[in-house]
């Protein structure tokens, strides 16, 4: 997979992503998840909030939707156009999402910043990855964190055919499973590139599409000030961060995520996870 992360390589696969149009167009998630919710620009970026005393921790944990396992028997997952860009929620809530891991030189050390602030966030793992690095993903569960598919090898979906697609799914799904335990909820396409056999096959695993709102660009190393003026510059109600625990040199990823997390505490955001919404 390292090969597949290098700048030049994500460059040019990024370009045809973008090409395509595959996420172009935002979402967002409501009440009723098997309706198509209408589609809203993402939050321009504004000035930083104003710094508060922290507040009580214990919201930190709670799930965007409810609080424990769902009490009803999961419906179906709808097949979506377009990837969810932003997440539901009442007041200043935020989504941090890791993509490209589980890596044992990084991973940790996010681990670690987020148990120590008491916030839950997504991992979207790639299975290579996970297979040899299934007690990082067992601790994540065990921690409350989402653990997402992000496919096997880190593909351009775009470019495969429909049975590759599935086995992409299927085998990291079957990782996450065998790790922590039930099979993952949530879905995002290498590069952001979606076609339709990605929606249509990771509604039939029984996934839901996720994309973001806010690219930290991490993975190009711009210095962990910028990452940090990223997600600063882009913190709004509802917004999902993308950053990436593997994949390349991720020290400045975890040196930002130390600096830019208590800074969103502070500024009043609730940093936590979604539920999902069945049908």
Known sequence: MQNDQSPTRR???????????????????????????????????GARAARRPLGPSEYRLRPLVGHGPPRTPRGRTPVRREPLLRVPGHGRTMVLSFDDGPDPRYTPHILDTLAR???RAMFFVCGEMAVGNQDLLARMADEGHVVGNHTWTHPLLTRLRRARIRSEMERTSDVIEKACGERPEW?????????????????????????????????TEPGTRTIVERVEDGAAPG???????????RSQSVRALRAYLPG?????YHVTVPRRQYV
């Open 11 to 45: 460059r040019a696969l990024l370009a045809g992503a973008v090409s395509l149009g595959a996420a172009g167009a935002a979402a967002v998630f409501a009440p009723g998840a098997g309706k198509r919710a209408a589609s809203t620009p993402p939050p321009a970026a």
């Open 239 to 249: 917004v999902v961060v993308l950053s990436h625990d593997a994949g390349g040199d």
């Open 264 to 268: 969103l505490l502070d500024a009043g």
């Open 187 to 219: 879905f995002r396409a290498p590069y952001g590139a979606w076609n339709r056999a990605a929606f249509q096959l990771g509604a039939e695993l029984g996934m839901e599409s996720l994309a973001w709102t806010v690219d930290t660009l991490d993975w």
């Open 117 to 119: 602030y008491e916030v």
